[in-house]
């Protein structure tokens, strides 16, 4: 069998000059990157150089259309140099791939919808670039309240694809004109889903909520992007950047059921929580201290996608490690006079301050365990209240046009506060008996009273 001989010696041939192949560029590349960015010329053609281009035709692409993006790649945005928006004088001899071509084969940009207009030329353009489009689209939440439009679809992610290597762009939307939106991934037909194995990307597995970045002008790996400015505020956001929407469908539902009150006092009711609220997020946010809906504040998001007209105050959430001295004071020269403090930083912190017409209580929370809890001091008497709620992790939402945090495990958070019931108004509410999770826990020793009980 003279002739399979052959094919065997030729394959062995074949493979054992890869393997040769693979030594040599294995050294070549030591040898590179022992010359650093001294080496001039072109840059090698691996696996890494084919990311490369793939970046490189997507930002002719970006020049062409004048598409709106900016770097959000995590893993080439954590590889970059602090002084990477310096010029450089040798960007022209540089093309060696250091920072796009990482251990992954995408890289990950935001599209700014506002200031980009669809084009659909867009796939077409792609081709002629080599480069293969995909688009996702999925609906508009900014519209979910309307009826007859709830249904819009919009563009949410692109990506584009070459040979195996990816360039994912997530677009970027702006919700109640201060924070960015982007939605989530959903490959809807088994063969979108193996355009990229998706479940690695950067972004799309939830939708996501981010402050408006400012962005700087870099040159990456010899190609021109425009990148955040403060990455490392940026990457710290991409951790918990995770956004769920109100359960708009759910609220209608509630609303059916209990119609909403549109009394004039209502009315300013609302206005006045709303105002409340956003003063009171931008003060901590001044502060750099995260804060939650609590109570039921969260309860008027979870059940009804905004605050219950009768509920007379806005409760929020905040963890005691997160606790600064100069909380108080900084809320008094926002305009918000202490109403009462209780407890002290080891022991069931409650602060109230009073706005207009409408209180602002925050709770400070302790972990312990499996569980994290809150405290309530009753002030004529001294006695002490603990509420218990299972763990829970963060995540953004949006309530009367802001951009605010609620637990993401929110129907526990509810149904531990509120009891299987929740789902039915109550409008007699006594905090110290009625909650599900309330605790009676002991009296503060006299001794105590003027630290731990203060009423203003
Ligand atoms: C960048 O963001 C970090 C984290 O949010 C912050 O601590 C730092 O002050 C910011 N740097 C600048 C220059 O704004």
Same mark, same amino acid.
């Given at each position: 069998?003279?002739?399979?001989?052959?094919?065997?010696?030729?394959?062995?041939?074949?493979?054992?000059?890869?393997?040769?192949?693979?030594?040599?560029?294995?050294?070549?590349?030591?040898?590179?990157?022992?010359?650093?960015?001294?080496?001039?010329?072109?840059?090698?053609?691996?696996?890494?150089?084919?990311?490369?281009?793939?970046?490189?035709?997507?930002?002719?692409?970006?020049?062409?259309?004048?598409?709106?993006?900016?770097?959000?790649?995590?893993?080439?945005?954590?590889?970059?140099?602090?002084?990477?928006?310096?010029?450089?004088?040798?960007?022209?001899?540089?093309?060696?791939?250091?920072?796009?071509?990482?251990?992954?084969?995408?890289?990950?940009?935001?599209?700014?919808?506002?200031?980009?207009?669809?084009?659909?030329?867009?796939?077409?353009?792609?081709?002629?670039?080599? !480069?293969?489009? $995909?688009?996702?689209?999925?609906?508009?939440?900014?519209? *979910?309240?309307?009826?007859?439009? &709830? @249904? /819009?679809?919009?563009?949410?992610?692109?990506?584009?694809?070459?040979?195996?290597?990816?360039?994912?762009?997530?677009?970027?939307?702006?919700?109640?004109?201060?924070?960015?939106?982007?939605?989530?991934?959903?490959?809807?037909?088994?063969?979108?889903?193996?355009?990229?194995?998706?479940?690695?990307?950067?972004?799309?597995?939830?939708?996501?909520?981010?402050?408006?970045?400012?962005?700087?002008?870099?040159?990456?790996?010899?190609?021109?992007?425009?990148?955040?400015?403060?990455?490392?505020?940026?990457?710290?956001?991409?951790?918990?950047?995770?956004?769920?929407?109100?359960?708009?469908?759910?609220?209608?539902?509630?609303?059916?059921?209990?119609?909403?009150?549109?009394?004039?006092?209502?009315?300013?009711?609302?206005?006045?929580?709303?105002? !409340?609220?956003? $003063?009171?997020?931008?003060?901590?946010?001044?502060?750099? *201290?995260?804060?939650?809906?609590? &109570? @039921? /504040?969260?309860?008027?998001?979870?059940?009804?996608?905004?605050?219950?007209?009768?509920?007379?105050?806005?409760?929020?959430?905040?963890?005691?490690?997160?606790?600064?001295?100069?909380?108080?004071?900084?809320?008094?020269?926002?305009?918000?006079?202490?109403?009462?403090?209780?407890?002290?930083?080891?022991?069931?912190?409650?602060?109230?301050?009073?706005?207009?017409?409408?209180?602002?209580?925050?709770?400070?929370?302790?972990?312990?365990?499996?569980?994290?809890?809150?405290?309530?001091?009753?002030?004529?008497?001294?006695?002490?209240?603990?509420?218990?709620?299972?763990?829970?992790?963060?995540?953004?939402?949006?309530?009367?046009?802001?951009?605010?945090?609620?637990?993401?495990?929110?129907?526990?958070?509810?149904?531990?506060?509120?009891?299987?019931?929740?789902?039915?108004?109550?409008?007699?509410?006594?905090?110290?008996?009625?909650?599900?999770?309330?605790?009676?826990?002991?009296?503060?020793?006299?001794?105590?009273?003027?630290?731990?009980?203060?009423?203003?």
């Amino acid at each position: 069998m003279p002739r399979i001989n052959k094919t065997v010696v030729l394959a062995l041939l074949i493979a054992t000059s890869s393997v040769f192949l693979l030594f040599q560029l294995y050294y070549y590349k030591q040898y590179m990157s022992k010359l650093g960015t001294r080496s001039g010329g072109k840059a090698v053609q691996t696996g890494g150089d084919a990311h490369w281009q793939v970046v490189k035709r997507f930002l002719g692409l970006v020049t062409k259309y004048n598409l709106p993006v900016f770097l959000i790649d995590t893993a080439t945005l954590g590889l970059l140099p602090s002084d990477i928006t310096q010029p450089r004088d040798n960007q022209a001899e540089e093309p060696l791939c250091r920072f796009f071509c990482t251990h992954r084969e995408f890289t990950t940009f935001a599209l700014v919808a506002k200031l980009w207009k669809y084009d659909a030329s867009l796939a077409q353009a792609a081709a002629e670039r080599g !480069l293969e489009l $995909l688009e996702v689209r999925g609906k508009d939440p900014r519209l *979910v309240g309307l009826d007859d439009l &709830s @249904g /819009t679809e919009i563009p949410l992610h692109f990506l584009f694809r070459r040979n195996g290597h990816a360039v994912h762009v997530v677009v970027f939307y702006e919700r109640s004109g201060n924070y960015m939106w982007h939605g989530p991934l959903r490959l809807k037909l088994s063969m979108d889903r193996k355009f990229v194995s998706f479940r690695k990307l950067d972004f799309g597995r939830h939708a996501g909520a981010y402050d408006r970045p400012e962005l700087v002008m870099a040159s990456v790996d010899g190609l021109d992007v425009q990148i955040p400015k403060n990455i490392s505020h940026f990457l710290s956001e991409h951790a918990q950047a995770h956004f769920l929407e109100c359960r708009y469908k759910e609220a209608r539902a509630f609303y059916q059921l209990h119609p909403d009150d549109t009394s004039p006092e209502a009315m300013d009711f609302r206005m006045k929580a709303k105002s !409340l609220l956003h $003063l009171a997020a931008q003060t901590l946010a001044d502060l750099g *201290v995260p804060f939650w809906l609590s &109570s @039921g /504040t969260c309860l008027g998001w979870f059940r009804q996608c905004n605050v219950i007209p009768y509920s007379k105050d806005v409760d929020l959430g905040i963890w005691v490690k997160d606790y600064r001295p100069d909380i108080i004071q900084t809320f008094q020269r926002a305009g918000l006079p202490l109403k009462h403090k209780f407890g002290k930083v080891e022991d069931s912190l409650e602060l109230s301050f009073q706005g207009l017409d409408v209180k602002l209580d925050i709770f400070f929370f302790y972990e312990e365990g499996d569980i994290v809890w809150n405290g309530g001091t009753q002030a004529k008497s001294g006695k002490k209240f603990k509420y218990v709620f299972p763990k829970f992790n963060l995540c953004w939402t949006e309530l009367v046009e802001l951009k605010v945090r609620v637990p993401c495990e929110t129907l526990d958070y509810v149904e531990a506060n509120y009891g299987p019931n929740w789902n039915i108004p109550v409008k007699t509410w006594d905090w110290k008996t009625s909650p599900s999770n309330v605790k009676e826990n002991g009296v503060w020793p006299v001794r105590e009273w003027d630290e731990v009980i203060q009423v203003y």
